[in-house]
């Protein structure tokens, strides 16, 4: 039944196609598998709507960067998937983030097939599924072994993108870390490696903005989504297999269905035990402090000197072999100035030709 609709997709747009004209071509597919499948659903990408913006049209349900018209009564979780998209020119299939963010949501007990319509090929995705949520996992886990957090603001258009901002800057502060705020526009592994003291970065960005899951040689540290950092942050959050996994960081703000509030700070779920699977080390529980508590500014006697650390940054810096030029003042004798070279750089002057 897919050969003549996969042979006129083809011929009609060729290599690429509009977001309008992908749409006129997953309604002819429902029109053909509806007679077989009567519960069908044609899923849409879900734009995101600028701040302040009203809609009194009820809006469908958006999971995964799309929106679904599910009936009354329905859920997602009783859906089987079937992905048309892709191209054979693409490095890898793992690299696709529309197909990344699906796969890493969907229900594990559900059934996921892909189909690409320049070869035709239909395949099953669970052992792909498998490895995406694994990769997730190791990412959650090199979250909380970090100590220094990079919140790339990829987003200032999306309603509560300061919200959120605010959100995490408190998660990694109650989680014993610390976080710095950078707008760099797109992320590129040129720019986040000019921040070589930070572990880890997050992105935010709207849900069809999020990165797809890169090569181990992509990008020099990690970036994670809002919702793994959640889950690496939050004690409170629930354990892997059970929690969602959310592309929007406006999930996890207060007012959302998935947010799960931190635990007090005499809770027992701050001094579980946590091991490392990553280095096997202890990790020490981190000391509680609500957000925007007033800091003492009193000075402590000390017995003797001591060192205090004053920010991740300045620690990295110390410990590196070269820390830049040093201008060593009183230390290097004066002399005269005396001219220098004329020229460029390949023929100076007193140099022969030869």
């Not at 913006?53 to 089987?80: D, I, T």
């Not at 070869?119 to 599924?129: I, L, N, P």
């Not at 004690?235 to 059970?242: F, K, M």
């Not at 500014?297 to 001591?306: D, M």
Request: glycine residues 8%.
């Amino acid at each position: 039944m897919l050969e003549p609709w996969l042979h006129d997709w083809k011929r009609s747009r060729g290599q690429r196609c509009s977001f309008w004209e992908t749409r006129r071509m997953a309604e002819a597919l429902a029109t053909l598998l509806r007679p077989r499948y009567l519960d069908l659903l044609v899923s849409s990408p879900a734009l995101p709507l600028p701040t302040g913006y009203l809609n009194s049209v009820p809006e469908p349900l958006e999971r995964f960067g799309r929106c679904f018209p599910l009936a009354p009564g329905r859920c997602l979780e009783e859906y089987g998937a079937f992905y048309v998209g892709g191209s054979k020119d693409s490095p890898g299939s793992d690299l696709d983030p529309d197909l990344s963010r699906l796969l890493l949501g969907w229900a594990p007990g559900q059934p996921f097939s892909s189909c690409c319509p320049e070869t035709g090929q239909c395949q099953d995705e669970s052992a792909r599924a498998g490895r995406l949520r694994a990769r997730r996992q190791y990412l959650v886990e090199r979250a909380r072994d970090a100590h220094v957090v990079g919140l790339l603001v990829g987003t200032l258009g999306v309603a509560r993108y300061r919200e959120a901002l605010t959100h995490f800057r408190n998660l990694t502060q109650a989680a014993g870390k610390r976080s710095y705020v950078l707008a760099l526009g797109r992320p590129t592994p040129a720019k986040l490696a000019n921040f070589p003291e930070v572990d880890v970065f997050v992105l935010l960005a709207c849900p069809l903005g999020a990165l797809a899951p890169q090569p181990s040689g992509g990008f020099f540290r990690p970036v994670l989504a809002p919702c793994e950092l959640e889950a690496a942050c939050n004690p409170a959050w629930p354990p892997p297999g059970l929690a969602p996994h959310l592309t929007h960081y406006a999930d996890m703000l207060p007012g959302s269905p998935f947010h799960v509030p931190l635990p007090p700070p005499d809770s027992e779920l701050w001094d579980t035990p946590d091991v490392s699977l990553i280095t096997g080390e202890l990790r020490p529980a981190p000391t509680w402090k609500p957000p925007n508590a007033p800091g003492c500014s009193a000075l402590t006697p000390r017995p003797q000197l001591e060192l205090a650390e004053s920010s991740p940054a300045a620690l990295f810096l110390s410990s590196r072999s070269w820390q830049g030029l040093e201008p060593r003042l009183g230390q290097t004798p004066v002399t005269g100035a005396v001219s220098g070279r004329r020229g460029i750089a390949i023929a100076y002057e007193d140099e022969g030709n030869s």
